[in-house]
């Protein structure tokens, strides 16, 4: 998520032929000079919510698709953890470089390739004969999304002038809210009608869509200052150290305490340390030791991996639950879990501008005890619980106290993690926000079957499910509960310091800020610019900035 440029494009780059779409007169506009009501402002939302619009949709919409995929190819478990996770470690491994190399080589052109990569992929998945060639296209589909996923916001931030660019990150994290707050309805639907498969199959329109407009209307962007060789290492150790853990802990079950089993747990710590110690030594690393000085940025990292973690594995679980053992529909068990996304749409702006009034602490705190009561309330949710008094009386107030929870703590946790870095860290703070909120989503439903003991075939058996996921709940909420008590005990609010009046005084400083809470005296506070979110799955993506007097 590198530094955006604030003007033309870099000395070489081309511009395209007309930014207006050949309307008017005049020299065309090049990077950073478009504005939201133009006409070419408009195609340049329309791609990029397109492109993010089905990352996202793709990382949520294939939980309610689990069962009927385990049916038609006659797999087990396992096999369903890794369709989620083979996706999401690509993803989270990957995001960082994703936006690192589109600064380097043009954020259109990496935007591009990562859409056409992702329908590729997701072609593959649509006819997939097997669970392995489904997981592995799953895998090749996450790095697509950490290619199209930064790129979809470094376009935005790039291309329109600077007075406008508020305005037009505003209108894409609110077309992409109302994506992701249909997408699971669109998703059963689709599941319940002409078949998993066409989960995959609708990117493919998406995509023949949104290539041609970005090459058409969106000007290309680079950052001239991105240099030095990328910390391709750094990525791949990072991935291989979840892969890794994430196999042994979703084969532990099966396989028991095998030598496999125990070689790839032991590997995938060691490949982690070695991760460490990698960006340590670097001189440009993709996750610079330096950002965690600040205590308060850690401990909001921490509070960030319990809220996901449980996020995670309350919704993998939660779909089976309510078609397995409640007997929804994949439309039904979509439209169901609705009323959370629909509650993040409407009002997290408001908790965004609540929690800036008052401080990240009390929403950071009520926000996960909110949701962990939603998790409990999920306990009652069994056979039954599809008639329409049992929806009303036992998965709607689940979801509805689950979305509140939601609302009060995602908008101020995005806030914190940016008053926790200098402005000129923003993209950075926020793309390690949502890498770690992936790789704890990625654990977690890697873990909690093995920790709740459900058997290969569990999914199966509505008895035996219904027992594993009453064990499961109570651990999910234990995570957020955990989350609480850190942020608690950690968050303060912070306050703006004096303006940094050199490069050593924009390093994040060792517990500095209000109270103790590690704010960075940068200034006045970096606020998130996406104010509308509705993703489950990690805390919204933010654009980088320009430190002041740059």
């Not at 075939?457 to 909420?477: H, K, L, S, V």
């Not at 060792?510 to 103790?516: F, H, K, M, Q, S």
Request: aromatic share 6%; net charge neutral.
């Amino acid at each position: 998520m590198g530094e955006t440029p604030e003007g033309p494009p870099a000395s070489g780059e081309r511009t395209p032929a007309r930014a207006d779409g050949g309307a008017g007169a005049g020299a065309p506009k090049a990077a950073g000079e478009i504005r939201a009501a133009s006409a070419p402002g408009r195609w340049i939302v329309l791609t990029t919510v397109l492109g993010s619009g089905m990352a996202m949709l793709d990382s949520t919409v294939i939980n309610v698709a689990l069962p009927r995929i385990g049916e038609d190819l006659g797999t087990d478990l396992a096999a369903l953890q890794w369709t989620v996770n083979a996706y999401m470690l690509t993803l989270a491994g990957l995001i960082l470089l994703g936006g690192a190399l589109g600064d380097r080589y043009g954020r259109r052109r990496v935007f591009v390739v990562g859409v056409v990569w992702f329908a590729l992929a997701s072609l593959v998945c649509a006819v997939a004969p097997n669970a392995a060639v489904l997981v592995a296209a799953r895998a090749f589909q996450g790095i697509g999304g950490a290619l199209l996923t930064p790129g979809s916001l470094a376009l935005i931030q790039a291309s329109f002038h600077p007075d406008d660019r508020a305005r037009a990150v505003g209108l894409w994290s609110g077309f992409g809210g109302v994506g992701a707050a249909i997408g699971p309805f669109v998703g059963g639907w689709l599941v319940d009608g002409p078949g998993w498969r066409w989960v995959f199959l609708l990117n493919l329109p998406v995509a023949a869509l949104c290539v041609p407009v970005a090459l058409r209307h969106v000007p290309e962007s680079r950052d001239p200052r991105a240099h030095g060789r990328f910390d391709v290492l750094g990525a791949v150790l990072g991935a291989v150290a979840l892969a890794l853990v994430t196999y042994a802990l979703i084969e532990a079950p099966g396989s028991g305490a095998s030598p496999a089993v125990i070689g790839a747990a032991v590997s995938g710590v060691v490949a982690g340390a070695a991760f460490v110690r990698v960006e340590r030594r670097r001189p440009d690393p993709m996750v610079p030791p330096a950002i965690f000085r600040s205590r308060l940025f850690t401990a909001v990292n921490l509070v960030t991996f319990c809220v996901y973690a449980a996020l995670g594995g309350f919704f993998f679980l939660s779909a089976i639950q309510l078609q397995v053992v409640a007997g929804y529909s994949a439309l039904g068990a979509g439209t169901a879990l609705l009323p959370t996304t629909v509650l993040m749409l409407f009002f997290s702006a408001a908790s965004g501008e609540l929690g800036h009034r008052i401080g990240p602490r009390i929403p950071l705190t009520a926000g996960p005890l909110l949701a962990a009561g939603g998790m409990l309330l999920m306990l009652r949710v069994g056979p039954g619980s599809a008639s329409l008094t049992g929806y009303l009386s036992e998965v709607l107030p689940a979801v509805v106290v689950l979305g509140l929870g939601l609302v009060t703590l995602v908008a101020p946790l995005t806030a914190t993690v940016l008053a926790a870095v200098d402005t000129g860290q923003a993209g950075l703070a926020s793309g390690i926000n949502n890498a770690a909120a992936r790789a704890a989503g990625l654990i977690a439903v890697a873990a909690l079957p093995l920790l709740a003991g459900m058997g290969p075939e569990a999914y199966r058996d509505a008895g035996e499910f219904a027992a594993t996921f009453r064990r499961a709940m109570p651990m999910c909420a234990g995570l957020l509960v955990a989350g609480a008590v850190l942020a608690f005990c950690t968050v303060r609010t912070p306050a703006p310091g004096p303006a940094p009046s050199s490069e050593a005084d924009r390093e994040p400083a060792e517990g500095g800020g209000a109270e103790g809470g590690g704010a960075h005296p940068a200034g006045a506070p970096c606020r998130p610019e996406c104010t509308v979110h509705c993703g489950v799955v990690s805390p919204p993506l933010e654009p980088a900035r320009r430190r002041p007097g740059e």
